[in-house]
């Protein structure tokens, strides 16, 4: 999977939210909200790349005090909710 | 001919044949023969052939259009036009720091005024400064910023202001310049007001921003963080196409969304609007 071009993480007074920006992105129409964890993970994507859900349930594991069942869980939930949101491709 | 100016302290210059001066009134109040830092130079000439680009998106309003696209070399390229027909382009340097601005014919003043307010917007983006959209009231000494879609009633509401509401007088009635300086949000007065003829160069302590909205009461109330980020983008005519653009207006709105009150007026266009707003924005400057 790959993050969509045009997509920034931002830091809005505290709070983590990815919005469209540049020139794939020009329409400011959208904003979504991340909690801490969703953050993190997307910056491991966008660093990753073309990453899959094991590499993100990888870098969580071993970031965070988590058994590889609930990282491979937790990152599923999140990524369906990108796929959702239509801020990734396959 | 060179003639220097200076909008929210940040200076530039525009270099055109004599007789262009005389009708940029507008620009008056701004020429500033002291300053000797500017941020960019437009040349304005009388188009002689079209200039040659690519198309990479357009945006249209109320019957002007205003492409952006790409020459060969790589240089950013504006064209202008009114009821489709085209008015002149704006050709920017690599930096953004030099713009040569071509007129084709009588809406010379249109392209001009667009072609400096994008240069302006370009250069300043990364330096906490930002031009808004929003017409703009000052009241004891602050200023009190009005923003909405084109047509909500941002003048109007301004008009209420003034008329009901002792003291007010207009800042500027559509494109203002914020900028942030050791913390604290000015607005400033700049040569580009819309339709109405209020080019001056003052400035204050931002009070308050009310996103207007039309409704058949009148109500406010104050906004949270992530809204009043979102109303800040749309109303900040930011570009966002390089990365460096993108980080410096993320970093106005971001200062301006912790520093300053945002609001959320639903409104009717009478005098009870004024006074439901000004009654809630003013001493309620502090978080």
Same mark, same amino acid.
């Given at each position: 999977?790959?993050?969509?071009?045009?997509?920034?993480?931002?830091?809005?007074?505290?709070?983590?939210?990815?919005?469209?920006?540049?020139?794939?992105?020009?329409?400011?129409?959208?904003?979504?909200? #991340?909690?801490?964890?969703?953050?993190?993970?997307?910056?491991?994507?966008?660093? *990753?790349?073309?990453?899959?859900?094991? +590499?993100?349930?990888?870098?969580?594991?071993?970031?965070?005090?988590?058994?590889?069942?609930?990282?491979?869980?937790?990152?599923?939930?999140?990524?369906?909710?990108?796929?959702?949101?239509?801020?990734?491709?396959? | 001919?060179?003639?220097?100016?200076?909008?929210?302290?940040?200076?530039?210059?525009? %270099?055109?044949?004599?007789?262009?001066?005389?009708?940029?009134?507008?620009?008056?109040? &701004?020429?500033? +023969?002291?300053?000797?830092?500017? #941020?960019?130079?437009?040349?304005?000439?009388?188009?002689?052939?079209?200039?040659?680009?690519?198309?990479?998106?357009?945006?249209? +309003?109320?019957?002007?259009?205003?492409? =952006?696209?790409?020459?060969?070399?790589?240089?950013?390229?504006?064209?202008?036009?009114?009821?489709?027909? *085209?008015? @002149?382009?704006?050709? =920017?340097?690599? %930096?953004?720091?030099?713009?040569?601005?071509?007129?084709?014919?009588?809406?010379?003043?249109?392209?001009?005024?667009?072609?400096?307010?994008?240069?302006?917007?370009?250069?300043?983006?990364?330096?906490?400064?930002?031009?808004?959209?929003?017409?703009?009231?000052? #009241? $004891?000494?602050?200023?009190?910023? &009005?923003?909405?879609?084109?047509?909500?009633?941002?003048?109007?509401?301004?008009?209420?202001? !003034? $008329?009901?509401?002792?003291?007010?007088? #207009?800042?500027?009635?559509?494109?203002?310049?914020?900028? *942030?300086? %050791?913390?604290?949000?000015?607005?400033?007065?700049?040569?580009?007001?819309?339709?109405?003829? =209020?080019?001056?160069?003052? +400035?204050?302590?931002?009070?308050?921003?009310?996103?207007?909205?039309?409704?058949?009461?009148?109500?406010?109330?104050?906004?949270?963080?992530?809204?009043?980020?979102?109303?800040?983008?749309?109303? !900040?005519?930011?570009?966002?196409? $390089? $990365?460096?653009?993108?980080? @410096?207006?993320?970093?106005?709105?971001?200062?301006?969304?912790?520093?300053?009150?945002?609001?959320?007026?639903?409104?009717?266009? %009478?005098?009870?609007?004024?006074?439901?707003?000004?009654?809630?924005?003013?001493?309620?400057?502090?978080?």
């Amino acid at each position: 999977m790959r993050q969509k071009k045009g997509l920034v993480l931002r830091d809005v007074c505290g709070e983590k939210v990815i919005i469209g920006e540049g020139l794939e992105a020009i329409d400011f129409g959208r904003l979504l909200c #991340l909690n801490e964890t969703a953050a993190w993970l997307w910056q491991r994507a966008s660093e *990753i790349g073309d990453f899959t859900i094991e +590499d993100l349930a990888e870098a969580l594991y071993e970031e965070y005090e988590v058994s590889k069942e609930k990282a491979i869980q937790d990152v599923t939930t999140i990524v369906d909710k990108w796929k959702s949101a239509d801020i990734i491709t396959e | 001919m060179r003639k220097h100016y200076t909008v929210a302290g940040h200076g530039f210059i525009v %270099d055109a044949e004599s007789s262009v001066f005389t009708r940029m009134v507008q620009y008056q109040p &701004f020429q500033d +023969d002291s300053i000797d830092n500017t #941020l960019f130079t437009a040349r304005v000439h009388e188009s002689v052939s079209p200039v040659i680009y690519t198309e990479n998106y357009r945006q249209e +309003d109320e019957g002007q259009t205003i492409i =952006c696209g790409e020459t060969s070399d790589g240089n950013t390229v504006f064209e202008y036009q009114l009821e489709n027909k *085209i008015e @002149g382009w704006l050709v =920017c340097s690599h %930096d953004y720091k030099e713009g040569d601005v071509y007129c084709t014919g009588h809406q010379w003043l249109f392209v001009l005024n667009n072609a400096m307010m994008m240069m302006y917007t370009v250069i300043t983006s990364d330096r906490l400064t930002a031009l808004f959209h929003s017409s703009v009231v000052s #009241l $004891k000494g602050r200023a009190y910023m &009005f923003l909405g879609k084109s047509g909500t009633g941002k003048s109007t509401h301004s008009q209420l202001w !003034i $008329k009901h509401i002792e003291g007010t007088e #207009l800042v500027n009635d559509d494109n203002p310049v914020v900028r *942030i300086i %050791d913390g604290v949000a000015r607005v400033y007065g700049s040569p580009w007001s819309g339709k109405t003829p =209020c080019y001056r160069n003052v +400035d204050y302590p931002v009070g308050g921003i009310v996103k207007l909205k039309q409704a058949p009461f009148n109500e406010i109330r104050r906004m949270k963080t992530i809204e009043a980020y979102v109303t800040l983008a749309m109303s !900040i005519s930011g570009m966002r196409w $390089k $990365k460096w653009m993108g980080d @410096g207006i993320h970093e106005t709105e971001n200062q301006l969304t912790a520093t300053v009150p945002l609001w959320h007026l639903s409104c009717l266009p %009478d005098q009870e609007a004024a006074e439901v707003c000004s009654k809630a924005i003013i001493n309620q400057e502090i978080k």
